[in-house]
């Protein structure tokens, strides 16, 4: 069965990164977006990047310009904007497509058996998160109106086990 560490993405400057970098880690990856109503959610996500990272923790940002055309520039416009407006530490990957016939695979290993609140395994908005074990195994999919703060005790949990 594949695992999330079987997977490899592009980081901003276009390099490959396995996953297996954060093997034994709990993850948190959230499709995200500069120009979005809930763009504000970067500063939580800092936090709590900010309080758990000393303890085995790792947000991983992937920015799509999907919905309402709402993630436009380039991946050195992203990386700038993360840094310069919301001081994210946490690594922002390539854009990618979350939805369709050209979603990036790790879309399609998160949304499988995960649907969202409507019951679609589609991403339906920007800053849809999905929390991942040590063990690489999905826990639980939060939609985009989850507020970071709120999956404090879910990472909590996991970094204890």
Not at 39 to 48: A, D, H, M, R, V
Not at 136 to 154: A, L, M, N, Q, W
Request: net charge negative.
């Amino acid at each position: 069965m594949l695992n999330i560490y079987d997977l490899n993405v592009k980081n901003a400057d276009m390099q490959d990164v396995s996953l297996s970098e954060y093997q034994d880690k709990v993850l948190l990856v959230v499709n995200v977006a500069s120009e979005c109503g809930l763009t504000y959610q970067y500063e939580g996500l800092q936090s709590l990047y900010n309080d758990y990272q000393k303890d085995g923790f790792e947000i991983l940002g992937f920015p799509c310009n999907q919905f309402g055309a709402q993630e436009p520039g380039t991946n050195e416009e992203i990386q700038f904007f993360c840094t310069e407006k919301y001081e994210v530490g946490f690594p922002i990957f390539d854009k990618i497509e979350v939805n369709g016939d050209n979603a990036s695979p790790i879309y399609e290993f998160l949304k499988k058996d995960h649907p969202g609140e409507s019951g679609s395994e589609n991403i339906e908005w920007n800053f849809t998160k999905f929390l991942i074990g040590k063990n690489g195994k999905i826990v639980k999919r939060f939609g985009p109106k989850s507020e970071p703060s709120e999956i404090k005790s879910d990472i909590e949990r996991l970094i204890n086990e």
